[in-house]
């Protein structure tokens, strides 16, 4: 006898079908957030506390809550290390929220910020002022600047090779409608300007190109409180543009043309979240050079731990494990005393085994899970 038709099962069309984004549980996700920021609190008390001269905890108390330290406890937390805790605490949340919004656009579980240009667009503004300070004999000045890593005029040259770049990507995506097309695009403008830098590094001096690597490692040292009226301002609005975006990433999830039917227009959305990524990145790598793995591990990182995909959740919770990681990692490179580790060395000695296990456990449609 057959069943009646309102209680036959659907026969499956071999097709998956799209799912709205997973939230955990309020009380849970509250609990998470609290843990997420404890921890956060905890690598900036060892940020200030660690590296080549230990500082006492009462120490570092005091100068978080403002009072005077005694010398040389001031100079070494108020000139070195506050400033390098809040430049990596902002640029990992940066970067942690670039991350999630590529992988959310373009559908790929291994996008990152730097995947549409912004970081071979910084190098080849280096690359150009390598050649032009060692033609001009300054190499002095210039080994120092780079060596620092917040030197005003190698943040400029950053910011504008990064913004050259990702202004071409951004004019040649209006002639295309698929994101996957402007990420290839994106792409080959970046094996474009890398052969360039190559080129141009060629022609520059052994030391200079020493100094140029010695960029590419990325750095939090550098940043001075001065480069921070022009970081802080920047980031933070950056950072504030994301949280507008929750659901309009939400609808990304399932695809353009779902977006499109629940009222998202998608070309102005992809332009917006391009332009907010590349200013979050751009910035960063100014400032701190190349900073890789925490746009492509942090997103992957928080959708593990907060069991969701819904946006509400994962931006900010990316900014708060973003900037846990960033700074966890540069106290990590600051332990074995005046021996500091390259920071992307430590970056990808976290970040790598995240991308491993998301290409262990990624769906076969190549969508975050």
Known sequence: MRAPAVLRRPRPTGRPRATAPRTAGRPRTALRFVLALAALGAVVVAGIALGAVRIPLDVVWRALLGQEVQPPYDVIVHDIRLPRTITATLVGASLGLAGLQMQTLFGNPLADPFILGVSSGASLGVALVVLAVGSSGWSGSFASGLGGGGDVGIAVAAATGAATVMGLVLLVGRCVTSSTTLLLLGVMFSYLVSALV????????????????????????????????????????????????????????????????????????????????????????AFCGPVQFLGIAVPHLCRALFSTSDHRVLLPACAVLGAALALGADVLAQLPGDEVLPLNAVNAAIGAPVVIYVLMRRSPSGVPA
Request: hydrophobic residues 50%; contains cysteine.
């Open 198 to 285: 190559t080129v141009l590094l060629a022609g520059a001096t052994p030391e200079l190109v020493h100094q140029y690597i010695q960029w590419n490692f990325g750095s939090y040292r550098g940043v001075t409180w001065s480069n921070l009226h022009v970081l802080v301002p920047v980031l933070v609005c950056g950072l504030l543009a994301c949280l507008l975006l929750p659901k309009r990433l939400n609808a990304l999830l399932l695809g353009e043309r779902y977006a499109t039917t629940m009222g998202v227009d998608v070309p102005v959305t992809r332009t917006m979240i391009i332009v907010v990524t590349a200013v979050l990145a751009g910035t960063a790598t």
